[in-house]
């Protein structure tokens, strides 16, 4: 695939994660546990995975509507960074113990919008990871 970079290798490079579960939201900056911990879970919820071209398009208000319900993670970045001459400033997906694939929100121009990021988790779900979360947060 002509222009393709996997999503995950930048991940390592975010300056801070957020983790919303209901509407409430965490921060953990760079060279915190926590922040460790999420980036240990995501490499291996990663691990397997096959990043694929989405057909998902983010639009923000949707998008921020839906960070009030469940579980999402988000990784941010101090400068904008480019994967598949798609730029972000930072990463969002939703974290649900069942899924199998998901869409990578691309936030830019410090809006959830445009197309996303799809990934695979091929034989694997996302319930390891889920818990990880939850483990951070004190849930």
Avoid at 48 to 57: C, E, H, L, R, Y
Avoid at 109 to 130: I, N, P, S, T, W
Wanted: proline share 3%.
């Amino acid at each position: 695939m002509e222009n393709f970079c996997p999503i995950a290798e930048h991940f390592k490079d975010a300056s801070a994660i957020k983790i919303f579960s209901s509407g409430k939201e965490w921060l953990y900056e760079r060279n915190t546990p926590s922040f460790g911990a999420v980036l240990e879970g995501a490499n291996q919820l990663f691990a397997d995975g096959i990043q694929m071209p989405a057909f998902g398009v983010s639009m923000d208000k949707l998008t921020r509507e839906e960070l009030k319900s469940g579980l999402w993670v988000e990784f941010c970045f101090s400068e904008e960074k480019h994967c598949m001459n798609m730029p972000f400033e930072s990463l969002l997906f939703a974290v649900r113990a069942e899924y199998k694939g998901f869409n990578i929100v691309r936030k830019t121009e410090g809006l959830y919008q445009g197309r996303c990021y799809y990934v695979d988790l091929r034989d694997k779900d996302m319930a390891e990871f889920f818990q990880s979360l939850e483990r951070v947060i004190g849930r």
